[in-house]
């Protein structure tokens, strides 16, 4: 009589399994639980620690060069670094090289300025959109004004007071560079290497591994990778988001899978020796 009841869970319609799945991922996904996060990256702690210690007031420029193919990763680690920089009281720059990425950095900016009361243009500016990193990087080593000169709203970018004693580089405490493409090499080599500013990334869990070179050089003062470097973040500033609720979602489902995996082999040995 057991072994045709316990039987009966191998009969059961794979589709009550998969509505299990879908419901495991999609609860934490409506909100954050906060899955305890043990193993914070030595990249992640040194990113955070490095702009944890620059000085309230200082200017910080943001390069957000991904777009919607990317954005489950790294999105939620450009969310993460500007609320750390506005808890901070940092001042935030903002540009991109990357056409798709306007839109996403108009999502960050609707919402996270309003949780810590910054307003635009005197915390921070956004400059419109630039083709050709290669000139605006050099440009901006002698006069930023000279390929920024207005914002985004085509007001004029000296006049600004989040631009308060900003020109160059060397106004600079800190680059940020989030992006699914190789553009942060060229922060690197066009602006950390050549003008001695320390710059941050973010990239995909992928291309992660390449970096590994420029961090023993610290030529990377830190580095986010994939959804995972976004949690940890959070994490580390004390703020569940996308990041949290992604990875929560993916431990819930191995989870899942481990116990369905487990009790169907206890099931089984239960019958072979029943």
Aim: zero cysteines; charged letters at 20%.
């Amino acid at each position: 009589m057991l072994k045709e009841k316990l039987e009966k869970f191998f009969k059961i319609d794979r589709r009550w399994i998969f509505l299990l799945l879908a419901i495991v991922l999609f609860a934490p996904i409506m909100k954050p639980i906060g899955l305890p996060n043990k193993t914070i990256s030595r990249d992640a702690q040194n990113a955070y620690t490095f702009m944890d210690n620059i000085p309230a007031g200082s200017f910080v420029l943001f390069s957000l060069d991904y777009d919607p193919s990317t954005r489950p990763e790294l999105h939620p680690q450009a969310m993460a670094m500007v609320r750390h920089a506005f808890k901070r009281d940092l001042r935030v720059g903002v540009v991109t090289f990357i056409a798709g990425s306007t839109g996403l950095i108009s999502q960050i900016f609707a919402k996270v300025p309003g949780e810590y009361n910054k307003v635009n243009g005197t915390d921070y500016v956004i400059f419109p959109y630039q083709a050709n990193y290669a000139a605006v990087m050099t440009q901006m080593g002698s006069d930023l004004y000279g390929i920024y000169d207005k914002d985004q709203d085509g007001r004029d970018a000296r006049t600004l007071p989040v631009m308060k004693g900003v020109k160059n580089y060397k106004d600079m405490a800190l680059v940020v560079d989030i992006t699914g493409t190789s553009i942060l090499d060229q922060w690197v080599a066009f602006v950390g290497d050549k003008f001695n500013v320390p710059v941050v990334g973010g990239v995909t869990a992928i291309s992660q591994p390449g970096y590994g070179p420029y961090l023993q050089t610290k030529q990377l003062k830190g580095l986010l990778g994939g959804m995972k470097g976004a949690a940890e973040y959070e994490s580390l500033i004390k703020e569940p988001g996308k990041g949290t609720s992604g990875i929560d979602s993916l431990n819930l489902a191995h989870l899942l899978v481990l116990i369905l995996i487990m009790t169907s082999n206890i099931i089984l040995l239960i019958i072979r020796y029943l």
